[in-house]
């Protein structure tokens, strides 16, 4: 591997160690494009492990931020997604594909059930 591909591979893992990013890519993954808003009650629900009913206005309000000002930025830089901060349209962009088979294996170790139950990407 040389040195590009290593730093490709630090970068994706990187990337992929935080769970809200992880989370969103799942569920984009199924159908390459979202709006953050129907995004935000799925990643929050498994984020904090507890039926979406369960889950107070704040938790919510709190995902949505670091999403939008965090985890949005971060995967378009990488080319991973592209998003519209104004519409709140996320639709996966050409990186996604490099990253994809990483993305499977941290699916297939999720403590979810839910999560390695679903599809494979």
Request: glycine share 2%; hydrophobic share 35%; with cysteine.
């Amino acid at each position: 591997m040389d040195r590009t591909s290593a730093t490709r591979m630090e970068d994706a893992c990187s990337l992929l160690a935080e769970s809200e990013r992880r989370y969103l890519l799942y569920l984009l993954a199924e159908d390459r494009d979202a709006n953050i808003e129907d995004l935000v009650p799925q990643i929050t629900t498994w984020e904090t492990e507890a039926p979406g009913t369960e889950v107070d206005k704040e938790t919510r309000q709190r995902i949505y931020v670091s999403l939008v000002h965090n985890h949005l930025p971060r995967l378009a830089d990488y080319d991973i997604i592209d998003y519209d901060l104004r519409s709140g349209d996320v639709v996966l962009a050409e990186g996604f594909d490099d990253i994809k088979p990483l993305l499977e294996q941290f699916r297939q170790t999720e403590e979810l059930p839910e999560i390695r139950q679903r599809p494979t990407l």
